[in-house]
């Protein structure tokens, strides 16, 4: 069965799949397509103005199969090419298609889960120095102070599938000494990067008890659902065949479908996307 009109979904690589995992779990009826430009992943470390031409070349290859709404499962594409994209690039398309984001989502929400008004925010060198957090946050709840860290090397670990072996056990607890060294009243950590949930686990066993760690994928996925009762007229463009398609920028899927599974959680089998500059 071919999808009509899909629900596209977006990240540079595998993260996006865990964001991608918690939507369909929540809604299963309807159509979707995953891309991961794992051919020129990871983001983190790009300019501003390479991970915006990326992210608008995927986003525009996922409107040409049809998507009425694409989801950037990616911060660092959600930080830093969204808001061009909803405001300029859009506008040479249709103008009923729609592109959102998973940073404004987490920062409606993420408030509520701190006593101490203090919260960590974990990610990639681009979201961090994007300061989007600290200024979504701040919109919504700015009686709460937010504390960043940079994590670097957490998502070459992930990709490469070196998470769960010792030697990353190192940089997991480097970076998080970093950010609690910020601040002692912490109780929150934000995991603002969507291959994180690959190591909670692991960034759980060096945390103490009464500090929470919190993933997106649940918070996205009761987002869109909101969403979509908010505009019926979105709704009801999806098409509704309760079907997956995995895509990959790079021509050798087999990595893809081997990690895909992991962070999935269910057998990915996927195609090749010819991305046209």
Same mark, same amino acid.
């Given at each position: ?25 929540? *809604? ?11 051919? !020129?992943? @990871? ?24 998507? @009425? *709404?694409?989801? *950037? ?21 249709? @103008?009923? +298609? !729609?592109?959102?984001?998973?940073? !404004? ?11 101490? +008004? ?6 990639? #060198?681009?979201?961090? $120095? ?21 994590? @670097? *090397?957490?998502? =070459? ?8 072996? =010792? ?14 060294? $910020? ?16 190591? $909670? ?14 993933? $997106? ?18 709704e009801k463009s999806i098409s509704t065949g309760n079907t997956q398609r995995f895509f990959t920028t790079t021509d050798d899927t087999a990595d893809f479908d081997h990690y895909g599974e992991l962070f999935f959680g269910? #057998? ?10």
């Open positions: 069965m071919v999808n009509n009109k899909p629900i596209g979904i977006f990240d540079s690589g595998y993260g996006g799949l865990t964001v991608f995992r918690s939507i369909f779990k929540q *809604l299963p009826q309807y159509d979707y397509i995953y891309l991961g430009d794992t051919a !020129r992943a @990871p983001y983190g470390n790009r300019s501003f103005q390479t991970i915006h031409q990326y992210t608008w070349e995927c986003v525009r290859w996922l409107l040409k199969q049809g998507c @009425p *709404l694409v989801i *950037l499962a990616c911060n660092t594409a959600s930080a830093k090419a969204l808001r061009n994209i909803q405001q300029l690039d859009l506008k040479g398309q249709d @103008p009923a +298609k !729609r592109v959102l984001g998973v940073i !404004r989502p987490t920062a409606e929400v993420i408030g509520n889960y701190t006593k101490t +008004k203090e919260i960590g925010v974990l990610g990639t #060198k681009g979201t961090i $120095q994007s300061e989007s957090y600290k200024m979504e946050i701040g919109k919504f709840f700015p009686d709460v102070k937010v504390h960043q860290q940079a994590c @670097p *090397l957490w998502v =070459p670990l992930i990709e490469n599938g070196e998470y769960d072996k =010792p030697g990353a056990n190192y940089f997991v607890k480097k970076y998080l000494d970093q950010v609690l060294a $910020q601040s002692a009243n912490i109780d929150t950590l934000l995991l603002a990067c969507t291959h994180y949930p690959l190591i $909670q686990q692991k960034i759980a066993a060096y945390l103490p008890a009464n500090i929470k760690v919190v993933s $997106q994928g649940d918070i996205v996925a009761h987002s869109l659902v909101d969403y979509l009762h908010r505009h019926s007229e979105m269910a #057998k990915v089998q996927s195609g090749f996307a010819e991305i046209k500059c």
